[in-house]
């Protein structure tokens, strides 16, 4: 068996480096603040947060996504410790996608909310 080692792969044609047909890495992923002012903790390929309403957010693209078809991942921390959390997206459009935290029967804000998109950048 051989090993590759490198520091940077690229796709000279731009977008996600593909082996085997297949992305290896998420195109994007985020972890914010989603109480008071909306603050991103970290990221890639996520320009901003809008905070829609208690409880949901839209996660805004840099680069956006090839088409919907893309998967979103999410979770977030339980701030009200009364269990019954559910983290899901809707409105998946290729800019930005609609997340919410839906926890104890209500929508509620995060102060810890994660998600990974994997799916591929236009």
Request: hydrophobic fraction near 35%; include cysteine; charged fraction near 10%.
């Amino acid at each position: 068996m051989s090993t590759i080692k490198a520091n940077d792969i690229t796709n000279v044609s731009g977008g996600i480096p593909t082996v085997k047909s297949q992305q290896l890495i998420p195109t994007a992923w985020v972890v914010f603040n989603g109480t008071g002012t909306v603050a991103i903790l970290g990221s890639e390929n996520v320009s901003s947060i809008t905070d829609n309403a208690v409880g949901q957010y839209y996660i805004n693209f840099a680069v956006a996504q090839a088409n919907v078809n893309y998967a979103v991942i999410c979770s977030s921390a339980n701030t009200a410790s009364n269990g019954g959390n559910s983290d899901y997206t809707v409105s998946k459009t290729t800019a930005n996608c609609l997340a919410r935290h839906y926890e104890a029967g209500t929508y509620r804000d995060s102060d810890n909310y994660q998600a990974v998109i994997m799916g591929g950048q236009s």
